[in-house]
């Protein structure tokens, strides 16, 4: 069974939230083994210094570093990324997913580090729009979900 992974800066506090997010897991287990990994999100000043996210961002991208699976390819989740249609999304997941599968990477408010779009293959965004970091994961893992019911030709997408 074809891997798809999220790695994200940051634990999800909306009970709410979590429980959509597990909700869509439990759905992706018919279709790909499914894993999601957190990393510790660090603290920073109110209005920090260019400097100082530069630092936090470094050591989140080690955590982030460590988790980073061989053999999957690896999309940074950004707002400068390529955007898709739900329909071009799931042909993205069908190329990928014979090469092993996916790992997605979700940052922190900041972004990431460039060491980790460095080490990944593609960058790929939701929307121009700022998300919280909370529903971009919702999205991320629903639109997940929705590209491998699109593949499988189930009801659902629309």
Do not use: W
């Not at 069974?1 to 018919?30: F, N």
């Not at 991208?61 to 390529?82: F, W």
């Amino acid at each position: 069974m074809v891997k798809t992974q999220i790695i994200s800066v940051g634990k999800i506090k909306e009970r709410s939230t979590q429980d959509l997010i597990s909700e869509y897991q439990k759905r992706l287990s018919k279709y790909t083994a499914f894993e999601s990994n957190e990393v510790k999100d660090l603290a920073l000043p109110d209005n920090p210094s260019e400097k100082e996210i530069e630092a936090v961002l470094k050591k989140e991208a080690e955590s982030i570093m460590k988790l980073l699976p061989k053999g999957l390819i690896r999309v940074a989740m950004t707002i400068n990324g390529r955007q898709y249609a739900s329909e071009e999304f799931a042909e993205f997941i069908e190329k990928n997913k014979q090469k092993g599968g996916i790992c997605f990477i979700i940052g922190s408010s900041h972004g990431l580090h460039k060491s980790v779009t460095d080490a990944c293959d593609t960058e790929v965004s939701l929307s121009k729009m700022t998300l919280p970091h909370n529903l971009a994961r919702l999205i991320l893992t629903e639109q997940i979900y929705r590209g491998f019911k699109i593949l499988s030709n189930e009801n659902y997408h629309k």
